[in-house]
């Protein structure tokens, strides 16, 4: 027999990074070296998970090689640390030690994700303990993000910490063979939380079986709150347009389109074409809900997204919405499954809350006593035309996942582009921040960006890793401010990082920024001053689709967008940018145009055509038809060519979202925007296929334009960019509008003319950098068409491209690029 003296006994630590808290990740170590015969213990920290084991050299190899190879469904490993230790004589046990907490919490949280199918499978056993149980979950699947308080993530670190165990759940969670050892939200019909239907008022509706009665309310077409992982949604038959719109008006969102739940894969299938992308994020373990191309005719009522050729749509991802699904006659019944909340407003999470408020809107209440942490909406994905996904909103199966960065490698060093590159931001008056790499001892700088106005989140970045928010929203309305802080605070608390320095949007009256300035003055109660970085809109966009892609070098950037405040207080929204991870220069912009009203532009889409027709023709529009029709008569049209011609409230523009607007309304395809990008929107929309000419345009150069040369030569900082300029355009559509041409061929041929003085501008960068990649990011990049044939032109010229995929092309990803920006300087 082998003994002790005749082989060398090793002892090794591993340290684990990644997504390894409360996926299973410990049992499964268990298990992987009880298989193996190795001994020790592995606990969870705030770094993630530790191991120390002992055994032969032979046997340790094999664990690490099987421990990447073997991880369990929902584990990642970020970072494998391992370094021998000394071997202990006393060694005679495999153990999990009880969780514990540290200076450096670098523990992944992780998201919230799908009921597995096996829990499925127990669930629909009349056998099973847990049958028709709606909170069954396991190591695999269930809540995370949305019940955890603070890490590590045990039990008595969450919303389930008043749950006491009965003796089965017990039993389970201590055993290291089943699939609920330590699933820390483990709960049965004993001792778990429980499933009750009230009225408007909040009084219970008594019935033998609540989830059986609240499908017979839906299907007689009443309006239902629900709550689920991050929330509660407002759901109601889909396919009775009355029905939605009595959920509108309630709601008071009059045309912003609603998501669609159906109970399986083939239930989408008839109503979207689906392709094979689609089907895995729709059946995968995060259930987003996914944009796709509506068919006709459908049965989904008009209201539900009128005007649109897309529908939101995404399956049931909890074993509540599973069993609702599974009573009589809900199979074949799509549902609206929208957020819980009047429009504009915070997502209602807390049952008091939903009775006072959801009250107003449904007819009844679908509540349990699962308290929700962290209030989550569902993430949205878009599939591009070439059947590949890029997120919209990071919520619900996503966020908190962190994003994994690249950094400059000495803060001491300029970058390749950051000679010739103009600063980006204000000149910060605290020097640079500090930055960590690999073989440096000083703990990194911890940036907060607290990101836009519109489509907020916020990013919390230190040692190579940021953290995204989920979505939080509009910050103009009150109670989103609010859960704005509040979301600032749960980050902080839950990652362990105190922020050292802030990073904030040049705009001053964005009320993300104003909190940082407060913050910056040391204004806010128990909280000392930090430094500040501003940083211009578009760079951070720039800057954001770089990170993503873990590029630290300079980039040719496209940022087109709705609006964002410039170094010279124009409004700027279609910029070509020489950009890198600290400062950028502007090499082009669209043709400044006048914006009648300012944000009222952003509305009344008459506004920007008017403004266009201004800047192509000049006084003549008064006696023009197409513009008597945009302005609403004769008098209201003399009233704008005042404002235009005086320059009253006409701040400049060089905005692409303010063409698509106006394009949509010389179509007469959107009069409004009822919500952000409703007319892009519509006016994608209208496009007929099969159109490939565009309209005229022009690149104005400015005289004696200089080469950049990076790294050594400079542009004078006074040496003007060149522009981008659609009058011609103008002219032509206006003259096809008036030969009666149809509006899909004009829709088509703009969205060609899109991609073409895009494609001309980075060829042009190109002639003045010699750089050959090119970053797309904003809003405007959400158009499928315009992305596709914009991308595909790009890749014909030779260009490698950038564009998010992870990270929401539009605001969204703000907060990533300013951390990144005020890291990196």
């Known amino acids: 027999m082998t003994t002790r003296e005749q082989v060398t006994i090793l002892r090794q630590r591993l340290q684990v990074a990644g997504q390894v808290q409360g996926v299973g990740f410990r049992p499964f170590v268990y298990r992987l070296a009880q298989e193996i015969h190795l001994l020790g213990w592995v606990i969870n920290d705030s770094r993630g998970v530790t191991i120390e084991l002992q055994g032969t050299a032979g046997q340790l190899e094999e664990f690490v090689r099987r421990l990447h190879a073997e991880l369990p469904p929902l584990a990642t490993i970020s970072r494998l640390d391992v370094r021998d230790v000394p071997p202990e004589d006393d060694v005679s046990e495999l153990t999990i030690k009880p969780s514990e907490g540290g200076e450096l919490a670098d523990a992944q949280v992780t998201v919230d994700t799908a009921v597995c199918d096996d829990c499925l499978r127990e669930m629909n056993d009349p056998a099973d303990p847990r049958y028709h149980y709606p909170f069954i979950n396991c190591t695999n699947c269930g809540p995370r993000y949305t019940i955890v308080r603070r890490i590590p993530y045990d039990r008595p670190n969450t919303t389930m910490a008043g749950f006491e165990m009965c003796p089965l759940c017990s039993r389970e969670y201590h055993d290291p063979a089943c699939r609920r050892f330590h699933a820390q939200p ?234 010739p590159v103009k600063g980006a931001t204000a000149k910060p008056s605290f020097g640079a921040a500090v930055l960590v790499t690999k073989n440096q001892t000083s703990r990194p700088a911890a940036v907060l960006g607290v990101g836009p106005e519109l489509k907020n989140t916020v990013c919390l970045y230190r040692g190579g890793k940021a953290v995204v928010s989920e979505h939080i929203g509009d910050l103009k309305d009150g109670r989103v401010y609010r859960h704005f802080i509040d979301t600032i605070n749960h980050l902080q608390d839950l990652f362990d990082v105190e922020p050292t320095v802030l990073a904030a949007d040049l705009h001053p009256q964005y009320l993300s920024t104003q909190y940082a300035m407060r913050r910056h ?81 952003a509305k009344e889409t008459a506004r920007p055509a008017l403004a266009a027709m201004w800047d192509t023709f000049g006084p003549a529009i008064i006696e023009m038809p197409v513009a008597r029709h945009l302005a609403g008569g004769e008098g209201p049209l003399e009233r704008a060519i005042e404002m235009l011609s005086t320059g009253l409230n006409c701040p400049p523009s060089s905005s692409l979202g303010r063409w698509f607007d106006a394009v949509a309304a010389l179509l007469a395809v959107a009069t409004t925007n009822g919500f952000e990008g409703q007319a892009p929107m519509r006016l994608e929309g209208a496009i007929v296929a099969g159109v490939e000419n565009a309209y005229t345009f022009k690149l104005i150069s400015p005289p004696q334009q200089g080469t950049i040369v990076l790294g050594r030569g400079t542009l004078s900082p006074s040496e003007p960019p060149f522009l981008i300029d659609l009058r011609p355009m103008v002219e032509e559509i206006v003259n096809e509008l008036s030969a009666g041409y149809n509006a899909g061929i004009i829709a088509a041929r703009f969205h060609n003319t899109v991609a073409a003085f895009l494609l001309a501008s980075a060829v042009k960068a190109r002639e003045l950098t010699g750089l050959r990649t090119v970053a797309l990011s904003g809003g405007c990049f959400a158009n499928r068409y315009l992305t596709h044939r914009l991308g595909g032109m790009l890749v014909g010229e030779g260009f490698e491209v950038l564009h998010h995929v992870n990270m929401p092309c539009n605001d969204g990803c703000v907060s990533l690029g300013q951390a990144m920006i005020a890291a990196n300087q």
Not at 259 to 285: F, N, S, W
């Open 186 to 419: 483990i709960a049965c019909p004993v001792c778990g939380p429980k499933v009750w239907l009230t009225d408007a008022r909040g009084v219970r509706v008594e019935c033998e079986d609540v989830i059986a009665r609240a499908a017979e309310l839906l299907l007689d077409g009443k309006v239902l709150a629900i709550k689920g992982l991050g929330g509660f949604h407002l759901a109601c038959r889909a396919d009775e347009d009355h029905v939605v719109r009595t959920l509108r008006r309630r709601k008071r969102r009059d045309a912003k389109p609603f998501a669609v739940m159906v109970a399986d894969l083939d239930h989408v299938k008839d109503y979207c074409t689906v392709p094979v992308q689609a089907e895995r994020l729709l059946t995968g373990i995060t259930r987003p809900i996914v944009l796709l191309p509506m068919l006709e005719p459908t049965s989904i009522a008009p209201s539900v997204a009128d005007g649109l050729g897309t529908l939101g749509i995404m399956l049931p991802y909890t074993p509540l919405h599973h069993l609702l699904f599974d009573q009589p006659g809900m199979r074949a019944v799509p549902l609206v499954m929208t957020s819980g909340n009047f429009s504009d407003e915070p997502l209602v999470k807390d049952n008091d809350a939903a009775i006072a408020h959801l009250g107003q809107i449904a007819d009844f209440l679908l509540m349990h006593d699962r308290p929700i942490e962290r209030r989550v909406d569902d993430s949205v994905v878009q599939m591009h035309i070439d059947g590949t996904g890029m997120l919209l909103r990071r919520g619900r199966g996503y966020a908190p996942k962190p994003v994994e960065l690249s950094v400059a490698s000495d803060p001491a060093a300029p970058s390749a582009a950051s000679e």
């Open 521 to 601: 003055r040391g204004e806010l109660e128990g909280l000392a001053g930090l430094p500040i970085i501003r940083v211009q809109h578009h760079h951070a966009h720039i800057a954001a689709c770089m990170a993503e892609h873990g590029r630290t070098d300079a980039v040719i950037g496209l940022a087109c967008d709705g609006v964002g405040l410039g170094d010279d207080n124009a409004v700027w929204g279609c910029e070509v940018m020489l950009a890198d991870l600290r400062s950028y220069r502007r090499l082009g912009h669209l043709r400044y145009v006048p914006l009648p009203g300012g944000d009222a532009a």
